[in-house]
């Protein structure tokens, strides 16, 4: 919710972010730094109040929220798939191959296509972007093949090409909040969970999951986002420096990624998982054609066009 005072003569806008991540994230420590920069380049007229750990809301009552101009900001992905399709994109199991293909897809005409679309259809502006590590698979049993998950309740994200994907693999996939997976893992409820490594180690599943398989499914990113109703009540002079501050949010927090992506696998490691090497072929085999199936005819025209496909 954008709220203004008037102590002096120019108003003080006073946002409000509802983060997935704790404290430990490099997403929450980059809108950190957002903030600060956002109150010092604005001279105190911006505030950004930053709340991890799903302490507001749950990331799709977030973007409610938002939308009816409550609170202000989110990170959010494929998640948005329950407003417009090409969202799914951002997290499409075994569509990119490498982080190359991703930043060609963000940065050429189908990233733009999507943000335009996140504008119009959710009234989300993109701020920019944060990388994602490879989403894998975690589990108290190894995983090396897609025989080996048959009936495994594996937790996914509120996403359909997720269901799809493990419904796929043999697996039996559960929606579920974020915030509500350890508890389910520790009780038995779930059996499975995939996630990045640094959501891994940041929930604590290595104290509930022995086996890490490095299925890399998903190579994905997540958007930092504000309601465009919020952004535009913002004078032309502050919308600027929002603007160029969260360009500058995204490169320090992708500059604290990279060096977390390199010391945590070491990291769960040491807590006493076991990395497990899966036939990653195997996967893509079982679950390509239901994947694509799973697609509008509009976007598998997308899919062909950015793969190459005749």
Known sequence: MISSCKP??????????SLLVNEDHTVFKGFQYFSEILEERSQGRMKL???????LAKEIEAIRLIQSEVIDMTVTSSLLNNWFEMAALCELPFFFKDTVEVQKFI???????????????????????????????TSNKPIKHPDDLQGLIVRVPNVPSFVTTWEALGAKPTPMAFSEVFTSLQQGTIAAQENPFAFIKNAGFY???????????????????????????LPDDLKKILLEAAKDMQAYEHKLFLENESKIIQELKDKGMIFVEVDKQAFIKKS???????LSKDMQKVYKTFKGIE
């Open 107 to 137: 940065n050429g005409p189908f990233g733009k296509q999507m943000e335009d679309q996140m504008i119009q259809v959710t009234g989300l502006r993109p701020l920019g972007y944060f990388q994602r590590g490879a989403r894998h698979l």
């Open 207 to 233: 104290e509930v999951q022995q086996y890490l398989n490095l299925t890399g499914h998903v190579l994905g990113w997540g958007y930092p986002v504000i309601g465009e109703k919020q952004f535009q009540k």
């Open 49 to 55: 109040q930053v709340y991890p750990s799903e302490q």
């Open 288 to 294: 390509e054609k239901a994947i694509y199936n799973s």
């Open 8 to 17: 002096k003569e120019k108003d003080v806008y006073l946002l409000r972010a």
